[in-house]
């Protein structure tokens, strides 16, 4: 068998996995979870959730694939025995599931951006309307999910260190330049403190105990940072023993919550500068393709230069994501199958283009994609994992981080956490989520 691929070095790994956290989830997600009503209270809950309970859970999905080496189809069963291939193969189906949608909205992002270049914005709601009924329905739609696909195809399969890495060392810098520069250009915007207080400040106490805000604060954390369905196994597949993976995991998490965060700056001042509001809350694409072209739109040159910037970056953050999306089924297959990469790439692709066609030509069925795919089973997989490695295999969690000479003291910590508090609070978050999906 030929020799497994690695990264070129620590920094590789972290921006891939990164690059992989960040993405449309940070822009597109974010902005229309914190306008669902949550406020502050969402904020708080998202982070603590991340730092309480996906933390250990990303360091224990990265375990799973530095200490097997392999896909994350193949790398529960090398791990526990084929008793638990149901979870290899939750981690490949999730993914693609993920993966047939997301394609539909880079393919809306490119057309956002195509048009801000060529043909200008939207100056008022009704030709807003108009402009984002023309990104997303027809066969434009179809052309950019099939173009977003061949894009995310040609890096996968140029190879980890050739196409991933390589993509993601480029990409995550520049965009992380562009979110501090429009962070900064928003600031000075008339709504900006209103912004600021409505979406990320104003605390309403009541709202930790709503459920819609509880399920967005957990399908936000996890599907954010890409966790639960093997992203982060197949990814640490190709690291060496070297990396320290507690402190990978934390530079991932806290590279994806900062853009997050600052995509929240961006967005709501646009958004209360202009008087969008009302056009944003309660629907799933309202704040990104709508209200912030509208609001950009009435601005004229400067306007239309910070649409083009936006959406470009949100392009270049949605495809080191998609392309973590293909590598799951690409190494699952090659692992299984003993494809080449460059078949495996050819056919995943081609099954993620089938599976999408129906979220592109309907947006109901999008939204009940991302709520099934990239909510409640990124959660049921964290969910899993944490039992995995906490107490079926919890060997290999401590002799994997020994191997790596982390801090014992961080080990302990992760560990405790992983076994007593990630488990419980995870099945509430789900029970929570799978809820508030069966009742709206
Ligand atoms: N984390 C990515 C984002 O925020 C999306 C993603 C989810 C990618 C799950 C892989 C797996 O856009």
Redesign the pocket.
């Known amino acids: 068998m030929a020799l497994r691929e690695q990264w070129r070095s620590r920094w590789g790994f972290v921006l891939a996995a990164a690059g ?7 822009l597109w ?1 974010f902005a229309y979870r914190a306008s669902e009503g949550g406020g502050a209270a969402f904020l708080l809950l998202y982070i603590l959730i991340v730092l309480v309970v996906c933390l250990p859970v990303l360091v224990s999905e990265m375990v799973l694939g530095r200490s097997t080496g392999s896909s994350p189809l193949l790398a529960p069963v090398n791990a526990a025995g084929p008793r638990w291939s149901p979870m290899g193969w939750l981690f490949v189906i999730a ?1 693609l599931g ?1 993966g047939s949608y ?1 394609a539909v909205l880079m393919g809306w992002t490119l057309d956002t951006l195509i048009h801000s270049i060529f043909f200008g914005l939207p100056s008022n709601l009704s030709e807003a309307e108009t402009f984002f009924g023309s990104i997303s329905s027809g066969s434009s739609v179809l052309l950019g999910q099939l173009i977003s696909l061949l894009l995310t195809a040609i890096v996968v399969s140029a190879g980890v260190r050739g196409g991933i890495e390589r993509l993601s060392r480029l990409g995550v810098p520049i965009l992380f330049g562009l979110l501090l520069i429009l962070a900064l250009w928003a600031a000075t915007l008339s709504g900006t403190w209103e912004g600021y207080r409505t979406f990320l400040l104003k605390l309403d106490a009541s709202q930790f105990f709503n459920p819609s805000t509880i399920r967005n604060a957990f399908t936000q954390a996890f ?4 966790l639960g ?1 093997g ?1 982060m196994v197949a990814y640490s597949s190709y690291l060496d023993k070297k990396n320290q993976l507690p402190k990978e995991a934390v530079s991932v998490a806290s590279i994806d919550t900062a853009v997050g965060l600052l995509a929240g700056m961006i967005t709501f001042p646009i958004v209360m500068s202009f008087g969008l509001k009302e056009v944003i809350s309660g629907s799933t694409v309202g704040t990104l393709f709508i209200s912030l072209p509208t609001g950009l739109g009435t601005l004229g040159l400067t306007g239309r230069v910070v649409a083009i910037l936006f959406f470009a970056l949100a392009y270049i ?2 495809i080191t ?1 998609s392309i ?2 293909l590598e799951v089924p690409v190494s699952s297959i090659m692992d299984r199958l003993g494809w080449g990469r460059s078949k495996a790439v050819f056919v995943s692709t081609g099954l993620l283009f089938v599976l999408g066609i129906p979220s592109a030509l309907n947006l109901d069925v999008l939204g009940k994609m991302d709520s099934i795919f ?1 909510g409640v089973l ?1 959660i049921l997989g964290g969910f899993l994992l944490s039992i995995f490695l906490g107490w079926v295999v919890p060997n290999r969690f401590d002799e994997d981080l020994a191997g790596c000479n982390s801090n014992h003291r961080v080990r302990r910590y992760l560990k405790f956490m992983l076994r007593w508090v990630s488990p419980p609070v995870i099945a509430f978050g789900l029970i929570v989520s799978v809820v508030d999906l069966f009742q709206n």
Request: proline share 4%.
């Open positions: 992989s956290a960040v993405g449309l989830g940070n997600g993914p993920i997301y599907f954010s940072l890409s369905i992203i953050a949605a994501s973590s999306l990239g990124l």
